[in-house]
């Protein structure tokens, strides 16, 4: 199989060489740039599998570099993986809204981004059309939207249409953070009249119901939630 490519946006020379290092010695194939500009202009000449996408850099930031890549339909499946430095949760919201798919926070081990590199890899982009009917079975919970049955450790519970929807939701993208901003325009549609908060009434409710599973559903701070990556 042919090495995977990643391109490391950043622009400081210590953190770079850490990254590197690290990928290249799992085996990837490692580009890097130093400011937003210039990895841009990477991303297209070379259209790697994942950017790790520093967002605070020189001239174009990251979350402009972002924006570009995704509005353009040859770079926009490309994967991206920001890097946000503490207490940029707002940034971090945005790239997500802007299509990015994960992030790490500095200071990170090594191994925490490795791991997410892979995950983010292994999960393919994200497809709208992901988000069908289909059955969802794991260990304590099965999910069937098409009978509009939830059981918990094999007893049946009741759910409203939009707590099923949007917890089939979640489980159909384990491991992908949603703000809730993306929760309410994707499961509870553009239309409603509903502020961002209500998700969290709603996954209130969906905890509560899902009793010793609760877990299942990860609060991130400052950002929104996500479903928990068994794999
Ligand atoms: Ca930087």
Redesign the pocket.
């Given at each position: 199989m042919e090495r995977q490519k990643i391109l490391v946006v950043?622009?400081?020379p210590d953190i770079l060489d850490v990254i590197r290092y690290n990928l290249e010695r799992e085996g990837f194939r490692v580009l890097s740039s130093r400011d937003g500009k210039e990895g841009l202009d990477t991303v297209r000449k070379e259209l790697p599998d994942l950017v790790v996408l520093?967002?605070?850099?020189p001239g174009m930031d990251g979350l402009e570099v972002c924006r570009r890549m995704k509005s353009d339909p040859v770079t926009s499946p490309i994967r991206v993986a920001m890097v946000t430095a503490k207490g940029e949760e707002s940034d971090v919201v945005v790239g997500l809204e802007l299509g990015a798919d994960d992030y790490v926070t500095k200071p990170f081990s090594p191994k925490e981004l490795v791991a997410r590199v892979r995950a983010v890899l292994r999960r393919g982009p994200f497809k709208e059309a992901e988000a069908t009917s289909s059955r969802i079975s794991l260990p304590g919970l099965v999910i069937d939207p098409d009978r509009f049955e939830v059981t918990v450790d094999d007893e049946p519970v009741s759910f409203t249409a939009t707590e099923l929807r949007l917890l089939h939701f979640l489980a159909s993208h384990p491991g992908r953070v949603f703000t809730r901003s993306q929760l309410l325009s994707r499961v509870i549609g553009e239309h409603a009249v509903v502020l961002e908060r209500n998700i969290d009434v709603h996954i209130r409710a969906i905890r509560s119901k899902l009793g010793s599973h609760n877990d299942l559903i990860q609060t991130v701070r400052g950002v929104g939630y996500r479903f928990r990556d068994g794999s």
């Open positions: 950043e622009d400081e520093d967002l605070m850099l």
